[in-house]
């Protein structure tokens, strides 16, 4: 009889070949490495979206005037350096299976800060798009983050620190867009740039100094045993991947034109960036308080439960935000989306590490990130284009569609107990 991928995997959970047993339940230090990676995180996120809010007036003033070519770059921007991402991430995620899930962290943490104080000091618009795709190939603070998090956790705990870990990246863009917005309208474009890069340096260090994580590396016979392929194949983490991908898909459709359409509805480019920065930072807050509670329920009610009821109601909560008619409109209608949409990637999360074990952590969100950033770097690329063909306001109800469409998808293809 053929081997199942399931077995493959089992068989890999059982043996003592691999790094240390995946049935050991957590570091005896977890909640210190826990809380070390949650300010890293947090100050990576914040980092990250610092410069996010004027990203496509940045394309600007690099000499990129027409503004349908304006709106395309702001894609091709997001796009490149997730396309990288998706083709880097399996790479890292073996090597942090191999080498340790901390220093995949470190990796991700000290390039960025590098790549991103880099982008300062662009030319032209091409010099940027080649540094986006360099962050891409790099950078991925976030799996690299929830592997080593997932690998020290006890698994009754998982909904909670995947969810706490998630509000460093919620609490980060929201504070980071706000603070960049305001830097860039006070000092500039490029300034924001090398403070992103600064936070990202403190980041790794505290990684350096804070987190502990128990690794012990295969041996090179336990190598192929559960690789990738047969962790792609296996059902659930499957419709997973498709989730992850349609997600991210559906939530950067909107994302590279979002400050166009801040711009578009405040009638003037004055303080876009700043107004930006603020319905973000809104969204992000709301997101936070929303992952943490809802990482603890999952862990009682069910991760699949809450994945569908979450990815329903941010699908639904994209509608109104087509009607927008002012900033103010817009913020309230961003705050409900993101208390939708907080509990989404902690429960997918979540679920991964119940149907994968340890030793594979790596390679598994490896796969999640490839998932996520094809969804993110095509997301950009196709809004900016329908915004640039049929306006600035119909890819909200697309990512209203896809949303609501993954919610069903979810309830009928996962398992009530994955």
Same mark, same amino acid.
């Given at each position: 009889m053929s081997e199942t991928p399931e077995d493959k995997i089992a068989e890999n959970e059982d043996s003592p070949r691999i790094g240390p047993?995946?049935?050991?339940?957590?570091?005896?230090?977890?909640?210190?490495?826990?809380?070390? &990676?949650?300010?890293?995180? #947090?100050?990576?996120i914040l980092g990250?979206? +610092?410069?996010m809010p004027f990203l496509p007036f940045y394309v600007r003033e690099l000499g990129v005037t027409n503004e349908r070519a304006l709106r395309v770059w702001a894609g091709l921007l997001m796009t490149g350096s997730a396309l990288m991402m998706s083709t880097m991430a399996p790479v890292w995620g073996a090597l942090a299976d191999r080498y340790g899930r901390k220093l995949m962290v470190l990796r991700a943490m000290f390039g960025g800060a590098v790549i991103l104080? #880099? &982008?300062? @000091?662009?030319?032209?618009?091409?010099?940027? #798009?080649?540094?986006? &795709?360099?962050? $891409?190939?790099?950078?991925?603070?976030?799996?690299?983050?929830?592997?080593? %998090?997932?690998?020290?956790?006890?698994?009754?705990?998982?909904?909670?620190? #995947? $969810?706490? &870990?998630?509000?460093?990246?919620f609490v980060g863009s929201s504070i980071g867009p706000f603070l960049g917005g305001m830097a860039a309208d006070r000092f500039g474009y490029r300034v924001p740039f090398g403070i992103t890069g600064a936070l990202l340096l403190t980041g790794g260090l505290l990684v350096l100094v804070g987190a502990r994580a128990r690794f012990v590396p295969p041996r090179a016979e336990a190598r192929a045993v559960?690789? *990738?392929?047969? !962790?792609?194949?296996t059902p659930t983490v499957a419709v997973l991947l498709l989730v992850y991908f349609s997600m991210n898909l559906s /939530?950067? @459709?909107?994302?590279?034109?979002? =400050?166009? +359409? %801040?711009?578009?509805?405040?009638?003037?480019?004055? /303080?876009?960036?700043? *107004?930006? $920065?603020?319905?973000?930072?809104?969204?992000? %807050?709301?997101? /936070? %308080?929303?992952?943490? *509670?809802?990482?603890?329920?999952?862990?009682?009610?069910?991760?699949r439960r809450v994945l569908i009821f979450c990815t329903a109601a941010a699908g639904a909560l994209c509608i109104p935000q087509f009607f927008a008619a002012s900033v103010h409109q817009l913020l309230v209608m961003? !705050?409900?989306?993101?208390?939708?949409?907080?509990?989404?990637? =902690?429960?997918?999360?979540?679920?991964?590490?119940?149907?994968? =074990?340890?030793?594979?952590f790596g390679r598994a969100y490896g796969l999640t990130t490839t998932a996520s950033a094809m969804g993110w770097g095509l997301g950009p690329l196709l809004g900016g284009i329908t915004a640039s063909f049929f306006g600035l306001r119909l890819p909200f109800l697309i990512m209203a569609a896809m949303l609501i469409g993954m919610s069903l998808v979810a309830a009928g293809k996962l398992k009530p107990d994955a």
């Open positions: 047993s995946s049935r050991e339940d957590g570091h005896p230090r977890w909640q210190l490495t826990l809380y070390a &990676m949650w300010i890293a995180q #947090l100050l990576a990250f979206s +610092f410069v104080t #880099l &982008m300062g @000091f662009a030319r032209s618009v091409y010099q940027l #798009l080649g540094l986006r &795709m360099c962050q $891409g190939a790099v950078t991925g603070t976030v799996p690299a983050s929830v592997a080593l %998090v997932s690998s020290v956790t006890p698994r009754a705990r998982l909904g909670y620190s #995947l $969810g706490l &870990m998630q509000t460093a990246v559960g690789s *990738a392929w047969d !962790i792609f194949r /939530a950067s @459709f909107v994302g590279a034109i979002f =400050p166009l +359409f %801040v711009e578009h509805i405040l009638n003037r480019s004055q /303080a876009a960036a700043s *107004a930006t $920065g603020l319905i973000l930072g809104a969204t992000g %807050v709301a997101s /936070a %308080v929303s992952a943490v *509670a809802v990482g603890r329920i999952s862990d009682r009610v069910g991760h961003r !705050i409900l989306f993101g208390l939708g949409a907080g509990g989404m990637i =902690p429960a997918m999360n979540a679920m991964v590490a119940t149907v994968i =074990p340890r030793s594979l």
